[in-house]
């Protein structure tokens, strides 16, 4: 019995004084830094930046960790009720350390191995392992993190209150999917704010806190109402409901609104152009302040342009239009020239990159097509097949006057095309055509000048021909008819009378990149430019003639709300175009969509808002184009894929009007179903004075009279443009006739 005595004596001496020398070691630092009450009390989440619009709607976040932190005050009471059922029926009744559950922990989990005894983790030793992880590795770590975690838990309990730690827990909790905290997770489940949970929602956000992924209600569905019921039994058990309560809950099924505004958000190509310019802005503020902000890590609230309602509005008409389109294209190249054809371009691509050996290497990838984006194993060469034929477009959205960015999709899908296609540089057809008659317009040539319609042939570069998209030869156009109808041999014409120099001086004051070259394909727009870039341009014929800058933030703030940035959007400068010219293109261009190219705005999309706009269709319908405009709004979409040589073969599927236009047609008709989305963007045209509506007043087109047909007996039909007036001066009219040249 004595010998029995010593050995308990001795047992119990050891597991006494064992705890107190290891929670010595720990507290002096010797497995790691131990932080200070005043460290804890400074702590600070990476909390993720929330992208609102323009009235304030979510968009989207910017984050290393995706979280919002919330106060106490904004849980409901049936949450907090849950979290403490399940994970720690006694908080409010021990300071951090539950020695209840220690004993515990000790003997069945440490001693003898007992995996399935609970952990024993009070929810603020919990918060001590959130906040700073566990790094100890080796035979002893779980003994060692367990006693840091109850030091740093007596510890957050003398530094904040009981309501506070909870918060804070929840704050720092992760739930799966790269979802940190309790708003996040209720945003990404349901859809909605903590504030706004349910009983049985709460339940299943509780439920996931046990293990992430087993539990995940997207999916493992069945696991994850099983884990509730456990959180409602818990809650019964507790006397946080009662039986009734509990027992009607567990028969409900798991109802989610799912969204992930990472990965499907309404506008991704819009918010990562917008993280890119806040991190210049807080470069520029932290230079002249001093004071450093993270986008990622501290919680900022941008404020964007976006019009939120016109967003999603261009989304769906992406998705109606381009669906039945790719249809169309898939169908055009399933015939036997055609998948011959595809075959040839994908092993020409694939030899351009160092995918070729590994071109029939079958592996999961993440797969775009209308219906939905799915994970699917196929080659690499089947994968690029399907890419090379899929069609891309881009739509910007701007008010014309500040520069304020409406609208901005920027592809088809972010995540499998990250390519941003309004800022992709193409062709611009005959959207170019605004740009030049302008120039010439600036230069005196009248609206009724009348420009030849003959057939002509262009050597000297290279032999070439402009012909017009209707094959028609023949008579005169007026300046005015040969834009709104877009021809083509009168708008060569054009060129050769309009100072290149001058030209290149207003492209460039515009805002284009693309150098231009003095050729003749120029003239009927083999220039590049963006979506970006025109609609810059387009903006200078709806605001008067002036240069806008776009623009896409209104304010940046801290969490707490501080100022750290204001947008004052100073009213545009530099004027590039005279009010009279201004006013001639808008008139020329608003007949354009009554009666040419773009008239089936109206016609078959119904639009009734006054607009001026132009389409464009790139050699061989390479690259669809239509630009549009009215005060209020300017708006550009662009379509193509991603080689001009996967195409339509003809105008039917492939213009500006077919392929293009619709775009901006479907967008503006469902504008027209909201009145406030009327009042913003349905701008309406000053009448044009009386002396400029006369210079208007000219027929189209007209034939030749005689002594014009007479001319043209001596007219040749072929000009060597290195000779042509492009390049001298005009030929006199005797000169003209007898074929003399200095």
Known sequence: MKKLGIKIITVAGISVIIPLILVLIVSIGAFGILQSKKELQNYKNAVASVVLSENGELIGKIFTENRTNITYDQLPKHLVNALIATEDARYFKHKGIDSRSLVRVFFKTILFRNKNSGGGSTITEQLAKNMFGRKNRGPFALLINKTKEALLARRLEKVFTKEEIIALYLNTVPFGENVYGIDAASRRYFNKTTGKLKIEESAVLIGILKANNLYNPRLYPKNARNRRNIVLGQMKKYGYLKPSEADSLSKLPIVLDYLNLESEGPADYFLYQVKNEVNTILEEVFASTGKKWNVEEDGLIITTTLNLPLQKLANQSFHDHLSAMQKKMD????????????????????????????????????????????????????????????????????????????????????????????????????????????EALEEGIKPCNYLDNDSIVVSGLVDWSPRNFDHTVGGKYSLTGALVHSMNIPTFNLFLRVDFNRLDSLWKRLGFSFPLVNNPSMALGTAEASVAELAVAYAAFSNGGYR???????????????????????????????????????????????????????????????????TG???????????????????????????????????????????????????????????????????????????????????????KNVIENFMGIFKKNKIDYNNSSRKQKKNSFFRRIFGKNK
């Open 331 to 438: 169908t055009q190249y399933e015939t036997t020239s055609g998948r011959k054809f595809i075959a040839r371009l994908t092993e020409n691509e694939l030899k351009k990159t160092n995918l070729a050996e590994k071109a029939h290497e079958v592996k999961p990838r993440l797969i775009f097509n209308w219906q939905g984006t799915s994970m699917d194993s196929v080659s690499v060469i089947d994968s690029m097949k399907s890419s090379l034929m899929m069609l891309h477009a881009g739509l910007l959205a701007m008010n014309p006057v500040s520069g304020e960015i409406k609208a901005w999709v920027g592809g088809i899908d972010f995540k499998t095309h990250p390519y941003d296609q309004v800022l992709a540089r193409r062709q611009t057809g005959s959207t170019f055509k605004p740009i030049l008659y302008a």
């Open 548 to 614: 806008v800058t776009p623009q896409k933030l209104i304010s940046i703030k801290s969490a707490d709300g501080q100022v750290i940035w204001q947008n004052k959007f100073n009213a545009p400068k530099l004027r590039v175009l005279s009010s009279r010219t201004i006013m001639l293109i808008s008139a020329i261009l608003q007949k354009a969509v009554r009666e040419g190219t773009g008239s089936p705005l109206a016609s078959v999309y119904g639009v009734t808002i006054p607009m001026a706009g132009k």
């Open 617 to 703: 269709t790139s050699q061989d319908y390479g690259d669809a184009w239509f630009a549009a405009y009215n005060p209020k709004l300017v708006i550009v979409s662009r379509v193509g894929a991603s080689l001009t040589s996967v195409h339509f073969r003809s105008g039917s599927n492939g213009s500006g009007s077919a392929l293009a236009l619709p775009l901006v047609g479907l967008t503006l008709k469902n504008v027209q179903r909201s009145p406030e989305l009327m009042g913003e963007f349905a701008g309406y045209f000053a009448l044009l004075p009386s002396e400029l509506q006369n210079e208007l007043g000219c027929p189209d087109f007209r034939e």
